[in-house]
């Protein structure tokens, strides 16, 4: 294998891992009791950098090697050092996928609370009055 491809791994590695420290920050800010939503935008826009980042990676890689399959050609190969490190990569996807995961699940969650919070908040628009007779109506 080119010494390329090699170098393009370790690049993908350590911004995968780059990836997952954002996600694991992003979590923290979402879990902290003062939520400040800019610190949380702020670590998105991050999070969006760095993944456009895997994707040139991804990209300049996939210019060298003409074989999509680079996972197979991997595992065909003797080379123990890119056995390791496609390890290494596919350990970090998983872990990147599951902590996504949970940080979607705690964007919605808060979403759905704030939601609820107006709705309770917010006047509407029906709201009950008594009436000139003196029963409990409802008017617009």
Same mark, same amino acid.
């Given at each position: ?7 393009? /791994?370790?690049?993908?590695?350590? /911004? /995968?891992? #780059? @990836? ?12 902290? =009791?003062?939520?400040?939503? =800019? ?13 456009? $980042? ?15 399959? /680079? =996972?197979?050609?991997?595992?065909? $190969? ?9 390890? #290494? ?43 000139? $007779?003196?029963? @409990?109506?409802?008017?617009?």
């Amino acid at each position: 294998m080119d010494i390329r491809i090699k170098s393009s /791994l370790y690049k993908e590695k350590e /911004l /995968l891992q #780059e @990836l997952l420290t954002g996600l694991d920050e992003q979590y923290a800010l979402l879990v902290s =009791v003062d939520r400040d939503a =800019v610190a949380i935008c702020a670590m998105a826009e991050k999070i969006d950098s760095i993944a456009k $980042s895997i994707a040139v990676t991804e990209i300049e890689r996939r210019k060298i090697i003409s074989n999509e399959d /680079l =996972v197979a050609e991997i595992e065909a $190969s003797d080379n123990e050092e890119y056995k390791t490190i496609l390890k #290494e990569l596919l350990r970090f996807k998983k872990l990147i996928e599951n902590q996504n995961e949970i940080n979607s699940v705690f964007v919605k969650q808060n979403l759905f609370f704030t939601k609820k919070m107006l709705k309770m908040i917010t006047p509407s628009e029906k709201f009950d009055t008594y009436n000139n $007779s003196g029963k @409990l109506g409802t008017n617009k």
